[in-house]
């Protein structure tokens, strides 16, 4: 509290931009030591809104107007508030507490070390043992003859950023591994990430080589060798760099670099050209100025798109993970991974791979198993790459905002496949920043325990299960050859599109509208319900006439119509909602027929009328036609990152935005 110079201020105007809001709030602004909250003056709604100070990434305090002084809160899942506070002297303290609250110095300011929930320690630490890495290791089959585990690490000893129980060729000794170690960048030793139990094929995961222009380690040479012996059907293995070519060879003048094809001679190297954490974050300012970008021309969008650059970095990772999950699944080779020190591009290439070859990784637990083992255990620096605390801004770089967004293209092409939806993936990353539970503190599993976050914090994980129903897919269907198999996306940059509902949570020209997974869901729901009262109401008429009830089977007839919508066939099917969905209860009982409106009016039969707001698409019955093809099993994506320049570009006349000055 020390840090807050004024508490309270009174009379403050406040702008959600990122929610497409057109007129300022009035309020009350009161600052915490842990929250920013703003209370509106109108009786009826009272609403409030709280912005933790840990999501602020970003205080800008643009110059005063007559109107008064203005604060720009930019924060670290793209929302942006804007305020307006009368008096300059309140501008600038508020402008000065913000900026101290939003950069922690050290881990006892952060949120997670003060929220204390009314749970007992019991609860506690059942929620920090709800992931167990080990039940997943045993779910593929490790241990076994070829893989086991080691106690190399344990305490630490060898890699301090390795978690402690690790697992290894079964003929790698100690001695191999700790000479491995000496030789690998930050002591990061070929490690086991996921064992496909089908090919005998493993992914595995290191640092590059302290290898400069002809340095070599017989150790690390044994440990390739050893790695490449664990999987009997295979004589060499795949050593990929995911980083360029000609980064790796600068590296080398480092003394570092990559493994010499003429010193391993069990491997086939294979770089892929994900760029380096400062390109990502460049290129990630760019995309957010896109996604702010008011009413843009298409021109505009599609040039803003392709300067930043990010869907094709996001291509190369997900390139990154289908090399190695075609290695491993139809070659039935072994991939070790790694890039320069291995937490960063490394994770997010295996990470990607799992995800393609292993069903399980597609559901809710699995993705969060995933992300404790490939991240978390690993030692991925959370608290460096996502700013948690005030330090170097070159450290920081959106790494698994990339993985995250890569899973959620692979979900746009796959629709069935994936138990969750885009709200999971959009909760965990917001979590990532918040420092709301101390899952994603610290930078490695060792700073954890010396932090002693088990007993000060909670996991993230147990809540977002408890959650799970928000977060379901209800296009997901566990039966499906699609779910069931290894992914195969196509990797073509027109299936990539940009992340709306990350970027741009609300187009600002277009009035909201429910999407369709939201309206499945609901229906679903809606669905059961009428189910369960059709049920109670046959119970009670059987009790009363002493008779079961026979429900005969009704055809509900169907208008035939010779004027059938054409398909559209193609990787960009138009846009076909001509009104935003809405659910039963907000569309008031309108519904629209699949006649054109002059036969609707001329007839009084009953047609099959859908409550979606929508055109009905009828598909062919020709056997012939290539269009008849489910898009369920399909890989090809739709470009829908559109501009939306569909809306009115000048200002309304009785909006606040003139008050405030354009960021």
């Known amino acids: 509290m020390e840090h807050i110079r004024t508490p309270k201020v009174e009379n403050v105007r406040i702008l959600d931009r990122s929610s497409g809001q057109r007129k300022a709030t009035v309020g009350t602004l009161y600052l915490s030591a842990t929250h920013t909250i703003f209370v509106e003056n109108n009786p009826e709604t009272r609403k409030e809104t709280w912005v933790l100070h840990s999501m602020v990434n970003t205080v800008e305090r ?104 690790l697992f290894v060729p079964k003929s790698a000794t100690p001695a191999i591994i700790v000479g491995s170690s000496r030789f690998r960048s930050r002591g990061r030793f070929p490690a086991l990430s996921y064992f496909h139990q089908d090919t005998l094929a493993a992914v595995c995961r290191c640092s590059q080589p302290l290898s400069g222009f002809s340095g070599r380690c017989q150790e690390d040479e044994m440990m390739l060798q050893a790695v490449m012996k664990s999987n009997p059907g295979s004589d060499y293995i795949y050593v990929v760099d995911t980083r360029p070519k000609l980064n790796a060879m600068a590296n080398r003048a480092a003394g570092k670099g990559y493994e010499n094809e003429d010193h391993y001679t069990n491997i086939k190297l294979q770089f892929i050209g994900i760029e380096n954490i400062h390109v990502m974050r460049s290129s990630q300012q760019k995309i957010i100025d896109v996604g702010e970008m008011r009413a843009p021309s298409m021109t505009d969008f599609l040039w803003g798109l392709e300067n930043s650059g990010w869907l094709k970095h996001i291509k190369a990772i997900v390139d990154a993970g289908v090399f190695i999950s075609k290695a491993v699944a139809d070659e039935g080779i072994s991939v070790l991974v790694h890039c320069s020190d291995g937490w960063d591009r490394t994770a997010q290439a295996c990470s990607v791979a799992s995800i393609l070859l292993d069903p399980y990784y597609r559901t809710i637990k699995g993705l969060m198993l995933l992300i404790e083992r490939d991240w978390i255990s690993f030692g991925h620096k959370f608290s460096h790459r996502y700013a948690h605390l005030d330090g170097d801004p070159k450290e920081v770089s959106p790494v698994i905002d990339q993985f995250l967004e890569c899973v959620w293209q692979l979900s746009e092409q796959f629709p069935c496949a994936f138990e969750f939806n885009e709200r999971f993936l959009i909760a965990i990353h917001t979590h990532v920043y918040s420092c709301q539970c101390g899952t994603f503190l610290g930078n490695c599993q060792k700073e954890r325990r010396d932090m002693r976050l088990r007993e000060r914090s909670h996991s993230v994980w147990p809540q977002l299960w408890k959650d799970r129903a928000e977060f379901t897919n209800p296009l997901y269907k566990a039966e499906l050859s699609q779910t069931q198999g290894v992914l195969r996306p196509n990797t073509t940059p027109y299936c990539f599109k940009m992340w709306k509902g990350l970027y741009n949570h609300v187009e600002k020209s277009t009035p909201p509208r429910q999407s369709p997974a939201d309206f499945l869901s609901a229906m679903r729901e809606e669905s059961q319900q009428l189910e369960e009262e059709l049920t109670n109401h046959q119970e009670r008429i059987a009790a009363l006439t002493g008779k079961p009830i026979m429900w005969e089977k009704i055809e509900v007839p169907r208008k035939k119509t010779s004027r059938l919508r054409q398909r559209h066939c193609g990787p960009d099917p138009p846009t076909t909602y001509t009104e935003p969905i809405t659910s039963p209860a907000q569309n008031n009982g309108h519904t629209l027929s699949s006649e054109p409106a002059n036969q609707k009016a001329q007839t009084k039969d009953p047609t099959l009328t859908l409550p979606l707001g929508l055109p009905v698409q009828v598909k062919s019955h020709d056997p012939d036609d290539v269009s008849n093809c489910s898009d369920l099993e399909s890989g090809v994506a739709d470009l829908s990152s559109r501009s939306s320049s569909g809306g009115v570009d000048g200002k309304d006349p009785y909006s606040d935005e003139a008050a405030f000055t354009t960021a």
């Not at 643009?62 to 793209?78: E, H």
């Not at 008096?87 to 913000?98: F, G, I, K, P, T």
């Not at 929930?117 to 045993?138: C, G, H, I, Q, T």
Request: aromatic share 10%.
């Open 62 to 165: 643009p110059p005063t107007s007559p109107a008064g002084s203005q604060l720009i809160l930019r924060c670290k899942d793209f929302r942006i508030f804007q305020l307006l506070i009368p008096q300059e002297r309140d501008c600038l303290d508020v402008h000065a507490s913000l900026v101290r609250l939003s950069r922690p110095e050290k881990y006892s300011e952060l949120y997670c070390l003060s929220f204390n929930p009314n749970v007992n320690k019991e609860e506690r630490e059942e929620s920090w043992n709800f992931m167990d890495l080990m039940a997943d290791y045993k779910r593929m089959g490790v241990p076994n003859n070829l893989w086991v585990t080691t106690a190399a690490n344990s305490e630490y000893r060898v890699c301090d950023t390795y978690p402690s129980e």
